[in-house]
C-alpha cells in the first residue's frame, strides 16, 4: 500500500512555463483535495474532487486547473506559471468529505523563477 | 466560510513537561470537525487527533489530548511528558461539508 503518491517531488520553472503535478492514491478513497503550502500561512485549498469526474474551487484556484478522469488520479495543472505560485504542494485524500482524516502525499517543491 | 487562527508561531518545552497548543476557529456551519495535524520536519501530514463538534466530550489520544470549548470556538492541544520526537509544526484544522481550512501553524521546540 503505497497511500499518497506525488510525481515530481521537486521541480524548478521559468515564469510562464506549464506543468503538470501528478498526485495517485490507491485506497480507493472519493475525495482528493490540493493546498498549497506557503510559510506563515499554513495550508490552503487550491481545487478539490468528490469523485471521479468532478472537480470545484477551493480557497485560492486562480492560476490553476484540475482534472479527475481516473478515481485513483487527480492532476494540477499551471498554465502559466508565475513567481507567486512558488511553494510546496500537498495532495490528500480521504472517504468521505472533509469530516474525516485526511491521507497526504510527501508534498512537492516548486519554485517558479 | 471558515476560518482558523493559531495565534502561536513557535512554542517550546523541556522534555517530559506538558505543553498547550492554542488553536481558535469560526465557522457558520452547525456540523462540523476540528483537527491536530502534526509535520515533523520529513515535510509528512499526520493525523494526531480528531473532534466532533456535536460531542461534548474531548478527545483524547495517549499523550495527546485537545479542550473543546464550542461557546468561545476554542480548540486547544495539550501534550503530556513530551518526548524529542513530538517536535514539529502543529496545524489546526476545520472541516466542514467539502470544505477544509487550517491555520498557519505553530512551530514546537522539546528540550532535552
Known amino acids: 500500500n503505497a497511500g499518497v503518491t506525488q510525481t515530481p517531488k521537486f521541480r524548478v520553472l521559468k515564469t510562464g512555463q506549464s506543468m503538470t503535478l501528478l498526485c495517485a492514491q490507491d485506497?480507493?478513497?472519493?475525495?482528493m483535495y490540493w493546498y498549497r503550502q506557503d510559510p506563515g500561512m499554513g495550508l490552503r485549498l487550491i481545487h478539490y474532487s468528490v469523485g471521479e469526474g468532478t472537480t470545484a474551487k477551493g480557497e485560492v484556484p486562480d492560476g490553476y486547473n484540475v482534472s479527475r478522469l481516473k478515481k485513483q488520479n487527480f492532476l494540477l495543472g499551471l498554465e502559466s506559471a508565475a513567481p507567486s505560485q512558488t511553494s510546496v504542494y500537498f495532495c490528500?485524500?480521504?472517504?468521505?468529505?472533509?469530516?474525516?482524516?485526511?491521507?497526504f502525499g510527501p508534498g512537492t517543491r516548486l519554485t517558479v523563477l | 466560510a471558515q476560518t482558523v487562527t493559531q495565534s502561536q508561531p513557535e512554542m517550546s518545552v523541556q522534555e517530559a513537561e506538558t505543553v498547550t497548543l492554542s488553536c481558535t476557529y469560526d465557522t457558520s456551519e452547525s456540523d462540523y470537525y476540528l483537527f491536530w495535524y502534526k509535520q515533523p520536519p520529513s515535510r509528512q501530514m499526520i493525523l494526531v487527533i480528531r473532534?466532533?463538534?456535536?460531542?461534548?466530550q474531548n478527545a483524547t489520544e495517549n499523550r495527546f489530548s485537545v479542550n473543546f470549548q464550542k461557546a468561545a470556538k476554542s480548540f486547544s492541544l495539550k501534550i503530556s511528558d513530551s518526548q524529542l520526537g513530538d517536535a514539529a509544526m502543529y496545524f489546526c484544522a476545520s472541516g466542514a461539508g467539502d470544505d477544509m481550512r487550517f491555520g498557519a501553524g505553530t512551530r514546537l521546540t522539546v528540550k532535552p
Open positions: 485506497m480507493n478513497h472519493e475525495y
Open positions: 490528500a485524500s480521504t472517504t468521505s468529505g472533509s469530516y474525516n482524516e485526511q491521507f
Open positions: 473532534q466532533e463538534a456535536y460531542k461534548q
